[in-house]
Each structure stands twice: as structure tokens, then as C-alpha cells.
């Protein structure tokens, strides 16, 4: 199956081609396995000299992430990103950083600085597509009246 759309016609921007029921049928399975794929990164930090690879998280940890954050948001911020970089739950590193009883705090630990932790959650949030689009990936286009 192709999914690629091809437009015959080069005068014609992409984004002013109206899909066909065919080109969304199309479509499908490259959409499935985008909604079904759990996404993953790498998130170097200096400091630290690598990476650390974060995953996004399952619908039912997400919720609970952003239900702490109604709560108090650094909370859950710092929740969400434990919960996203599998390492920070190992009992090694919880110990090391005399965090065992309170978990989640391991990543104030690393990420003492504001400007750290944003960093990383605009990461994390990203993964999560609760981000911003980029410029161009989703936007409105007036359709002009058509002239006899």
C-alpha cells in the first residue's frame, strides 16, 4: 500500500489539496501505528555528561500526571517526568539521592534549577503531545467562493 500522497499537478501547494476518500483510507494504518507507538527520546544533560532516555507515558499515567498538576503544578511536573525516564524509579538511584520515601523527588535532585526542570518537561510534554504544533502542521485555510 502507498501512503504517500503524490499531487500530479505542480501548481498545486499541499496544502491547499483536499484529500479523497481514498487518501485517508490510505491513510490508515501509518495513522494506527502513530496513535499505537509509544514514543521515545533521549534528553542529554550537560551536568550529568548523557542522556537519559525518556519514554511517553500510557493514557492512565498521563492522567494522573496532569491531575497532580491541577494540584500543584511543580508537583506534577516532577511526577511526570518520573514517571517518563524509567531510571529515576531505580531503588539504587532513589537510595543514592535519599529519596526512597518520596520517590518522585528524585528529579529535583537533578534538575535543581527552574530553568532545568522546564527544559525537561517542555521535553516530556512534547512526547506526550501536549505541546504546541509546529507552525504549518495543523491550520485554517478560508475557502474562497467559487466564480462561474
Avoid: W
Avoid at 500522497?5 to 479523497?20: A, F, Q, S
Avoid at 518520596?102 to 534538575?111: E, G, T, Y
Amino acid at each position: 500500500m502507498n501512503n504517500n500522497l503524490v499531487i500530479k499537478n505542480e501548481d498545486v501547494k499541499i496544502e491547499d489539496y483536499v484529500l479523497t476518500i481514498d487518501d485517508i483510507i490510505n491513510k490508515k494504518d501509518v495513522l494506527k501505528e502513530q496513535a499505537t507507538k509509544r514514543h521515545k527520546c533521549r534528553i542529554y544533560c550537560k551536568k550529568l555528561r548523557g542522556s537519559l532516555i525518556a519514554h511517553e507515558l500510557s493514557k492512565g499515567d498521563l492522567a494522573d500526571a496532569r491531575a497532580k498538576m491541577k494540584d500543584n503544578y511543580e508537583s506534577g511536573i516532577q511526577y511526570m517526568i518520573y514517571l517518563s525516564i524509567d531510571y529515576l524509579q531505580e531503588p539504587r538511584i532513589l537510595e543514592a539521592y535519599e529519596c526512597k520515601t518520596d520517590s518522585h523527588k528524585i528529579v529535583k535532585r537533578l534538575f535543581p534549577r527552574e530553568n532545568e526542570l522546564l527544559a525537561v518537561s517542555e521535553i516530556i510534554m512534547g512526547l506526550n503531545g501536549l505541546n504546541e504544533l509546529k507552525p504549518g502542521e495543523i491550520f485554517r485555510k478560508e475557502i474562497e467562493d467559487l466564480k462561474n
